[in-house]
């Protein structure tokens, strides 16, 4: 593996507003910067995305057909993915690839296993601490490699409020459960009051240390990140922790470090979770940057994520290997707050992290190791 230094690359500013030769350039900046209008104006269609994406006639084919996972990107995010270009590291993350339709045979619908461990509406428990709490399928756009396109964007729509209630009975009467993970689909398209009041319903629960919720607004409609929002996801008696999905330098625009900003000003802490991905982030420059420009937006970079072996995705992927050889180009050569930690998640049982190896070998008095410029060195091992 190689222990060369990632050459840093500039940080590229994207526009803040719908650019002027963009398709949007009419649209007036109170509708472009209103949230609800840039998800009824979302693109869904070959014709509506023909617009500003190459849409190859086997596309068209495809898409038209429409029995491929569901398509739907903000005109915001569209804005930001250079036109007809299919190469653009932000494109191929939203736009779908005929490829999708080549499954491989270890690929698989419910790549996390996460199913059987449905226990309550709502509820994936699966680890003995903490729980996964969905509360909606419906998400600002649709990411092509969705570890959950089995469900999300399937009609399931949001928890009712039955559902929701047993969900929350089950988090109340298990003692073991100190932290909730609340996810879907995206919670931040939940409404402000009806978000506050889960919160709010959390906060009681008298085992729990805290609340975590997983999203990509701030990234796919930074607009959704107004001060009512923030208002409902202020501090409680327990913190709330958000961890936002961005994968590109790219992604971090100018709007988007401003929606993170009111977060933080919010009082709640931000992390980072990234997904691998081939042509969109997988060299060690761009990750770099990635995870420095989240730091800069007060996001502490937190798990870099392999690509689940979702159905169809496998032009998105990289091998385990070539991931490792990206952490260890990361390691040592950037400050240990810009490196998460790189995961793989097996099917049912649970998350492992991976760690380049840098122990060559291991005598009884004496431990071999590399350090991240490749030299090698002998450390003491002797407990006394
Ligand atoms: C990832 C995940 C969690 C949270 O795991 P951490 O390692 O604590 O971040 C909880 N439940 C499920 C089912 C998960 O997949």
Redesign the pocket.
């Known amino acids: 593996m190689s222990n060369r230094a990632p050459t840093p690359v500039q940080p590229v500013h994207a526009p803040s507003a719908a650019p002027a030769d963009s398709l949007w350039r009419d649209v007036a900046p109170a509708d472009w910067n209103d949230w609800r209008w840039q998800l009824r104006n979302r693109l869904r269609t070959a014709d509506e995305l023909s617009q500003h994406f190459t849409i190859t006639p086997e596309l068209r084919t495809f898409l038209d057909a429409g029995r491929g996972f569901e398509v739907a990107v903000t005109p915001y995010f569209a804005a930001l993915c250079r036109p007809f270009d299919p190469t653009c590291p932000l494109t191929r993350q939203i736009l779908p690839d005929v490829a999708e339709a080549t499954v491989r045979d270890f690929e698989r619908a419910d790549p ?1 296993g ?1 199913d059987p ?1 449905r226990k309550a509406p709502g509820i ?1 428990h ?2 003995p601490d ?3 709490l969905l509360v909606t399928d419906t998400c600002a756009a649709y990411c092509r490699y969705c570890t959950r396109a089995r469900w999300v964007a399937s009609g399931a729509d949001t928890l009712g409020t039955a559902e929701l209630d047993a969900g929350i009975a089950y988090i109340a009467r298990t003692p073991a459960i100190r932290d909730v ?1 609340i996810s879907g689909g995206d919670p931040l398209l939940l409404s402000s009051a009806k978000l506050a009041a889960i919160l709010d319903r959390l906060a009681a629960i008298p085992h729990l240390r805290f609340i975590r919720l997983g999203t990509r607004v701030p990234v796919f409609l930074p607009q959704r990140i107004d001060a009512a929002l923030v208002h409902a996801l202020r501090p409680r008696r327990i913190p709330l922790f958000i961890n936002v999905h961005c994968n590109h330098f790219v992604e971090l625009a100018p709007e988007v470090r401003a929606s993170l900003g009111r977060l933080a000003d919010g009082g709640i802490s931000l992390g980072g979770q990234t997904v691998l991905l081939r042509g969109v982030n997988d060299d060690a420059a761009t990750l770099q940057e990635t995870f420095y420009a989240l730091l800069s937006a007060r996001v502490r970079p937190y ?1 870099l994520f392999h690509c689940d072996p979702i159905r169809g995705s496998a032009h998105l992927r990289t091998s385990v290997d070539a991931g490792l050889a990206l952490m260890r180009q990361l390691l040592g050569h950037t400050s240990g707050m810009a490196v998460p930690k790189y995961v793989i ?1 097996l099917e049912g049982g649970g ?1 492992i992290p991976l760690w380049p190896d840098f122990v060559e070998h291991i005598d009884r008095s004496v431990l071999h190791v590399t350090n991240f410029r490749g030299e090698t060195w002998r450390y003491v091992n002797h407990a006394d």
Do not use: P, Q, W
């Open positions: 996390l996460e461990h994936v699966k680890y903490r729980v996964l993970l798990y998640d998350k």
